[in-house]
């Protein structure tokens, strides 16, 4: 069964950077759609950046010119490169599967547990 592992979560103070990891296990990594979504305290979880198999990227527009997505098929790794980390962007991050290459099929509802990101000012 597919599974997500994030890490590389973290305190750093504003206008710092982290970059998040999670490595994906026991699925074709590189036919499938990825995406980073987060969720704050009392917030609703919201899609913070996606990245197709061929590499196009989607963002945020809180996070656009901050934050970049990417991935490493041979290492079956998605990554969120943070910079410029502000106070509004601690929450838990996680990691998805998103959609698949054509005439493939990806895992749907897939998680990780998540990694902690806390701004302080």
């Known amino acids: 069964q597919a599974q997500l592992v994030e890490s590389g979560g973290g305190s750093v103070q504003a206008g710092g950077s982290l970059t998040l990891s999670c490595v994906g296990h026991y699925f074709i990594f590189s036919n499938c759609g990825m995406l980073w979504y987060r969720q704050a305290p009392g917030k609703e979880r919201e899609a913070v950046s996606s990245?197709?198999?061929?590499?196009?990227?989607t963002y945020v527009d809180s996070v656009k010119g901050r934050f970049t997505i990417s991935r490493d098929d041979a290492k079956n790794t998605l990554y969120l490169q943070m910079n410029n980390l502000q106070t509004e962007d601690t929450a838990t991050y996680y990691c998805t599967i998103g959609p698949p290459k054509r005439n493939w099929i990806c895992p749907e509802n897939k998680w990780g547990q998540g990694t902690q990101v806390t701004v302080s000012s």
């Open positions: 990245i197709s198999h061929d590499g196009t990227t």
